[in-house]
T-cell receptor, first 112, second 115 residues
């Protein structure tokens, strides 16, 4: 069965520092992968998605992620964190019929 | 204009009651979903409908019954509410069901608290 693992339930960075949020998937075939962001008391918003067209995917708000089949990973990065990036981030994989299978989420804190 | 809307935003009720949550999307999408987010922020799909037809029905107690009167609406009715039903329920929609690459657009969530 498809599963998604996010390493680190909490990540804290300084403003201006690199953001790295880790995601690994478990699948017999390369899945379609997504990163969503959830701001406090809001719904989820798509940051970016991997659909096998290109392994390096650029998303909104300066985020990008690289699909690495050999590592079964899809880590999310941003070169320079802003205070407004503080939120919960979810990695997800498609599990057939467009069903999203989510990781447990990573809370990103950005401090001055 | 809100793309995916849910009502109510907050719902506080007693154990044993029956309640409904409504969802509407104005994106013209064919597929709609219900997800449950528990107190640890874990998200899990409950149901999906494609053009009013039930497609995904995860291992959800049959006290939960989704209804789709038309493809723009997907409501969730919950009978005999239990403490463990307390969660945030998200509605989402996507253009279509097949292909697995369509972006899902989420509503703002309904926070259900069962006392």
């Amino acid at each position: 069965a498809q599963s998604v693992t996010q390493l680190g339930s909490h990540v804290s960075v300084s403003e201006g520092a690199l953001v790295l949020l880790r995601c690994n998937y478990s699948s017999s075939v390369p899945p379609y992968l997504f990163w969503y962001v959830q701001y406090p008391n809001q719904g989820l918003q798509l940051l970016l998605k991997y659909t096998s067209a290109a392994t390096l995917v650029k998303g909104i708000n300066g985020f990008e992620a690289e699909f690495k089949k050999s590592e079964t990973s899809f880590h999310l990065t941003k070169p320079s964190a802003h205070m407004s990036d503080a939120a919960e981030y979810f990695c997800a994989a498609s599990g057939g019929y467009n069903k999203l299978i989510f990781g447990a989420g990573t809370r990103l804190a950005v401090h001055p | 204009d809100t793309a995916v809307s849910q009502t109510p935003k907050y719902l506080v009720t007693q154990m044993g009651n029956d309640k409904s949550i409504k969802c509407e999307q104005n994106l013209g999408h064919d597929t709609m979903y219900w997800y449950k987010q528990d107190s640890k922020k874990f998200l899990k799909i409950m149901f999906s409908y494609n053009n009013k037809e039930l497609i995904i029905n995860e291992t959800v107690p049959n006290r939960f019954s989704p209804k789709s009167p038309d493809k723009a609406h997907l409501n969730l009715h919950i009978n005999s509410l239990e403490l463990g039903d307390s969660a945030v329920y998200f509605c989402a929609s996507s253009q279509r069901m097949a292909g697995d690459t369509d972006t899902q657009y989420f509503g703002p969530g309904t926070r259900l608290t069962v006392l």
